[in-house]
């Protein structure tokens, strides 16, 4: 239910404001604050038009604030655009403690404010002309403690900025660790906030994960793995030095050392991705392994495969893309060039150092490489030709 309450964000800088932090403009975070007392109009002062603007917040104009506020019911909430790190705790606070005189959060006095409706028309007449500052001081609202100092950080430098990232990330480690994950070295990660893990899940040091990652319970997040976009199954080990990207990762499996999953790549159930491997937009089935030294991109491989080390699949003829499919079962030999469009049957053997070139039947055996010749002696016979050669 909406309460009788009209918020204003005010940037105060609104170039500064617009500033991305974890993919999102400043305002952006003080306004999920503001939703929590459930507002009936947040209005945000702006020049021009804002990107992504939600639909339950309007622009105005400063000229415009003061029509928009004598219009308005109930209380009068006053803040500054940016105050990221704000939290609805301290807000609520705020509104409980707020009668009729105007009241601030402790410090921030100046960036702040929630006044009381007998109030509203000093304040209409106050903001025709003033800045976001003026009209609170002259309002000398009563001052009131914040449930956290850090609440109240105005981003008003790029080392402000920094310092709001470290909140944040300090925050949500503290959940983390909370709702049972085992975060190993809270000062030494980076978790976004919108990153979910579950519980059971080892996080060891220099991890970063990032932006909208999923990962399940009971897994183990070796250290400096890099995840971003991301989906990882219960039970699946990282193992350290991996980066994931736009990718997912069925149960139970097992990626790293020195891992690279590209965006659109897909890693079944208990498979395994090994060290030095790298995927791009490829599905890898229940089961099967790349264990070292690989490349597949634009592929589809199959349940139960084995991809031996130095395998590649040549997707790219220098103008289009294509597509290598390996049927469930398939062996893939060391050291083999799979050059796309090519497919491999399901159960088919690939010789090691092949380079296929067309499809390989099921259950069939493709041998693709020059026939290996034997010379006995030839070493001995070769270095007496080259005495007698420099004799001569």
């Not at 799979?338 to 041998?367: H, M, Q, T």
Request: proline share 5%; with cysteine.
């Amino acid at each position: 239910m909406k309460t009788a309450l009209t918020v204003v964000v005010w940037p105060s800088n609104e170039e500064l404001s617009n500033t991305k932090l974890f993919g999102r403009p400043l305002w952006h975070w003080t306004l999920e604050a503001v939703r929590s007392l459930l507002p009936e109009r947040i209005l945000l002062i702006s020049k021009g038009r804002q990107q992504g603007l939600p639909t339950d917040v309007q622009l105005t104009r400063r000229s415009q604030l003061a029509d928009q506020v004598a219009r308005s019911d109930g209380k009068v909430l006053l803040l500054s655009a940016e105050l990221p790190c704000l939290q609805p705790r301290s807000l609520k606070r705020l509104v409980s403690a707020t009668r009729k005189d105007p009241r601030c959060l402790s410090s921030a006095g100046t960036t702040l404010c929630l006044t009381g409706r007998d109030w509203k028309m000093a304040l209409v007449g106050i903001s025709r002309r003033a800045g976001l500052t003026a009209v609170i001081q002259k309002l000398a609202p009563t001052p009131i403690q914040a449930t956290d100092d850090d609440d109240l950080l105005v981003i008003r430098h790029l080392r402000d900025w920094a310092t709001a990232l470290a909140i944040f990330r300090r925050r949500k480690c503290e959940k983390l660790l909370a709702s049972g994950v085992l975060v190993e070295d809270p000062s030494a990660v980076q978790i976004d906030p919108g990153v979910h893990i579950g519980r059971g899940t080892l996080v060891r040091g220099w991890v970063v994960i990032e932006g909208d990652t999923r990962i399940g319970p009971n897994c183990e997040i070796g250290s400096f793995s890099h995840i971003i976009d991301s989906v990882v199954g219960p039970g699946t080990i990282l193992l350290d030095h991996c980066f994931i990207r736009a990718s997912r990762i069925g149960k139970n499996a097992q990626l790293g050392p020195f891992t690279h999953l590209r965006p659109d790549s897909n890693v079944g159930t208990k498979a395994k991705v090994g060290n030095f491997v790298e995927l791009k937009k490829t599905t890898l089935g229940y089961g099967s392994k790349a264990p070292h030294l690989t490349y597949l991109g634009d592929a589809n491989i199959g349940r139960g495969v084995n991809v031996g080390a130095g395998t590649i699949t040549c997707n790219y003829d220098g103008k289009a893309k294509h597509l290598t499919v390996i049927g469930d079962g398939a062996f893939i030999g060391s050291d083999v060039q799979l050059v796309a469009p090519v497919r491999v049957g399901k159960g088919a053997y690939v010789a090691a150092g092949s380079c296929i070139v067309e499809d390989v039947p099921a259950e069939s055996l493709a041998l693709a490489r020059g026939r290996q010749v034997v010379k006995p002696g030839w070493v001995r016979k070769n270095k007496a030709k080259t005495r007698k050669a420099k004799k001569g």
